[in-house]
């Protein structure tokens, strides 16, 4: 998989407030689920978070809030082309270390998903932007063709 740098993934809307972990959590949620379902429900989303529906709609309520969902009691739930943004950058974020875990240092897949998910909130869009020209000097510069290997053989 190329990772080639785009502005979409890598600079959050300047009028928005931070969001919290949880609230990203979510944003991501509601991503994934609209590429497999075009659109996305509570129990959707409660379900794919390993939470309770009644946890849910409150998050919800404050996405909406801050404009980046189109949220309506008991209706399914998309994101707004802001929320698309946002929501692009946290999966960015989040493919990017999962990548780096697994493909770099070799760790198990599992574990490369848990920490992706405890490091992408605080990982900045400058961070990013470095792990994604590694990413693209490991593709395509030939002297780092040997390079994964030789690490992976000298820190067993």
């Not at 959050?12 to 609209?34: C, F, H, R, V, W």
Request: hydrophobic letters at 40%.
């Amino acid at each position: 998989m190329a990772w080639v740098g785009s502005p979409v993934y890598m600079t959050a809307s300047a009028k928005l407030p931070p969001l919290t972990g949880a609230l990203e959590d979510y944003l991501e949620t509601i991503y994934e689920l609209g590429r497999e379902q075009k659109v996305a429900r509570v129990r959707d989303i409660a379900l794919a978070r390993g939470v309770r529906a009644a946890s849910v709609t409150p998050a919800m309520r404050r996405l909406s809030d801050l404009g980046l969902i189109r949220y309506v009691q008991r209706e399914y739930i998309d994101l707004t082309p802001e929320g698309e943004v946002e929501a692009r950058r946290v999966y960015a974020r989040h493919q990017a270390l999962t990548r780096l875990f697994t493909d770099v240092l070799g760790m198990p897949p599992e574990r490369a998903l848990a920490d992706a998910c405890a490091m992408e909130h605080s990982l900045s869009s400058e961070g990013l932007d470095h792990l994604v020209r590694f990413f693209e000097f490991l593709r395509v510069c030939p002297a780092s063709r040997g390079f994964l290997e030789t690490f992976h053989r000298c820190s067993l």
